[in-house]
């Protein structure tokens, strides 16, 4: 396990970045790619390993798949062209692949058996295929099917109208991708709205979804055309640099075509709201999602107040958000977000340990967290517990620590970044 040592920026942070393409949408291009009928090209697909390991599964499900660099190119055949895998279907990391997987594997008239990693391990399945037991197909697993190793026979399934606790896009899709080949209509209806890559992306693959507010409705038995998926930058990874720029006195950084689909910009909303500043340029969309350029300048930030149908808007950004708010003038108080405790880490529990080693003033609740802000921060011995996330959020830590920083694990921010700190080291030149 690796550990890589950091100091803080003896410059300003400046710069232009072009950030890795989006992960959600780079696993759905495969995943869908891989049972629409044609040939499904993409561009700026995600080399990070959890994408990765999406491809690794589909290929053993018997779908071509040739990736060069960042481009990838499937010779879909239908669902019908999936084959029953001789191997494991190992997911990593990756629990997007896992959940929406399995969704995709509900209508398969085959047995497949899916694992993942050790965060894997502890992560609840039964979110997923309680519905998809519903809908007909079977499943098992530790816990009655709660966790990993999960076996899966598909089949013919029947449409549901699923109400989820919570609200969470990989429940959302993994139900509908279901709900295609099922009898009737499936719909499911969330507390909030999450992100809708598979509603938008589903759309391009030719196939209908009927959305309200916090419901979706897909009529089964549609089929999906080949398609050709631009990946925008993920905003998840902008975030990183956003941060990094708003608290290195004197920075200014630009980020290149960063996706900024509504379902995903709490954190823009959240760092306007604390006084960042940040502005838009070369505003684009594919037709499907929206994108544009970034620059973010240094500014002071002031504490705020983050919760309800804001979570699923920045859940991922949460981590980088707490490190913001400790430079911020005032308290930050971070709520309803309970969904961060069955993340790849629990992450109110890794991000408070790990800042409160630093210096932090923060503290845990039981559905978020509250930070005091403008506190100084030390550079100390860190852990990523093998969480991307956490890993990159302490490298930013690192940039306005005094003295050294390791970070334990910091192998972990290839599943979502690679080259991260290497970029992060260009801006500081
Ligand atoms: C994702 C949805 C989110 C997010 C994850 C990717 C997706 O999870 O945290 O990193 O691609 O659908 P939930 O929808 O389970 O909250």
């Known amino acids: 396990?690796?550990?890589?040592?950091?100091?803080?920026?003896?410059?300003?942070?400046?710069?232009?970045?072009?950030?890795?393409?989006?992960?959600?949408?780079?696993?759905?291009?495969?995943m869908f790619g891989s049972i629409a009928k044609g040939t499904t090209t993409i561009n700026n697909f995600l080399l990070g390993e959890d994408c990765l390991s999406t491809i690794s599964c589909f290929r053993k499900l018997g779908v071509?798949?040739?990736?060069?660099?960042?481009?990838?190119?499937?010779?879909?055949?239908?669902?019908?062209?999936?084959?029953e895998p001789a191997e494991v279907l190992d997911v990593g990391n990756s629990g997007t692949t896992i959940r929406l997987m399995l969704g995709i594997l509900a209508n398969t008239p085959f047995h497949s058996v899916i694992l993942g990693d050790s965060s894997i391990g502890k992560r609840p399945m039964k979110r997923v295929t309680g519905p998809l037991r519903q809908m007909g197909a079977k499943l098992d697993g530790r816990e009655e099917g709660n966790l990993v190793p999960i076996s899966i026979r598909g089949g013919s399934t029947k449409g549901i109208t699923h109400t989820s606790a919570v609200?969470?896009?990989?429940?959302?899709?993994?139900?509908?991708?279901?709900?295609?080949?099922?009898?009737?209509?499936?719909?499911?209806?969330?507390?909030?709205?999450?992100?809708?890559h598979t509603e938008r992306m589903l759309d391009s693959f030719g196939v209908k979804t009927v959305s309200s507010e916090n419901s979706v409705t897909i009529t089964g038995g549609q089929s999906l055309k080949a398609a050709h998926i631009e990946v925008p930058g993920d905003i998840s990874s902008a975030a990183f640099f956003l941060v990094a720029g708003s608290i290195v006195p004197d920075s200014e950084i630009t980020l290149k075509k960063v996706g900024l689909n509504?379902?995903?910009?709490?954190?823009?909303?959240?760092?306007?709201?604390?006084?960042?500043?940040?502005?838009?340029?070369?505003?684009?969309?594919?037709?499907?999602?929206?994108?544009?350029?970034?620059?973010?300048?240094?500014?002071?930030?002031?504490?705020?107040?983050?919760?309800?149908?804001?979570?699923?808007?920045?859940?991922?950004?949460?981590?980088?958000?707490?490190?913001?708010?400790?430079?911020?003038?005032?308290?930050?108080?971070?709520?309803?977000?309970?969904?961060?405790?069955?993340?790849?880490?629990?992450?109110?529990?890794?991000?408070?340990?790990?800042?409160?080693?630093?210096?932090?003033?923060?503290?845990?609740?039981?559905?978020?967290?509250?930070?005091?802000?403008?506190?100084?921060?030390?550079?100390?011995?860190c852990d990523s517990f093998g969480d991307h996330r956490i890993g990159m959020m302490?490298?930013?830590?690192?940039?306005?620590?005094?003295?050294?920083?390791?970070?334990?694990?910091?192998?972990?921010?290839?599943?979502?970044?690679?080259?991260?700190?290497?970029?992060?080291?260009?801006?500081?030149?």
């Open 1 to 30: 396990m690796g550990n890589i040592s950091l100091t803080r920026a003896q410059n300003a942070l400046r710069g232009t970045v072009a950030v890795p393409g989006d992960k959600s949408i780079s696993h759905r291009a495969v």
């Open 64 to 83: 071509s798949i040739k990736q060069k660099d960042n481009t990838v190119a499937i010779e879909g055949k239908g669902f019908e062209g999936l084959s």
């Open 167 to 196: 609200a969470s896009a990989q429940v959302k899709s993994a139900v509908l991708l279901a709900g295609l080949r099922a009898e009737g209509e499936t719909t499911v209806i969330e507390p909030h709205k999450s992100r809708d």
């Open 262 to 381: 509504p379902t995903r910009t709490g954190i823009l909303d959240v760092l306007l709201a604390m006084g960042a500043n940040i502005t838009l340029s070369n505003e684009s969309s594919d037709g499907k999602e929206p994108y544009a350029d970034l620059t973010i300048t240094f500014s002071s930030l002031k504490g705020t107040e983050i919760s309800g149908d804001f979570i699923p808007r920045l859940i991922d950004e949460i981590p980088v958000i707490a490190l913001a708010a400790t430079q911020a003038e005032g308290t930050t108080i971070i709520k309803d977000a309970a969904e961060l405790k069955v993340k790849e880490t629990d992450r109110i529990d890794t991000v408070v340990r790990q800042l409160s080693a630093m210096g932090a003033d923060i503290e845990a609740t039981d559905d978020g967290m509250i930070i005091h802000g403008q506190t100084k921060l030390r550079g100390t011995q």
């Open 394 to 429: 302490l490298a930013v830590a690192s940039l306005i620590a005094e003295g050294e920083t390791v970070i334990s694990n910091s192998e972990a921010t290839a599943v979502s970044y690679p080259g991260f700190y290497e970029e992060l080291k260009k801006l500081q030149q």
